[in-house]
């Protein structure tokens, strides 16, 4: 054989998704057939959840001049 084989692994992107998968089932509490659903879209389901959340921080009143 003259050529050699190379062998790449490339699993962080899997760790980083199998985590999300997990933090949205735990955090969203999700029932078995939507955390199978979320296994494939759980960043929708954390977008849509955190989009209906009140915005944190100060809350600035402007108040109009009269």
């Not at 879209?41 to 402007?62: K, S």
Request: charged fraction near 15%; aromatic fraction near 22%; avoid cysteine.
């Amino acid at each position: 054989m003259a050529g050699k084989i190379k062998v790449e692994h490339h699993s962080s992107l899997g760790i980083f998704w199998f985590m999300g998968w997990l933090f949205s089932i735990g955090f969203l509490e999700f029932g078995f057939w939507k955390g199978v659903l979320a296994l494939f879209i759980w960043p929708f389901f954390l977008g849509a959840h955190f989009a209906d959340a009140p915005p944190e921080g100060p809350v600035q009143v402007v108040e109009e001049a009269q």
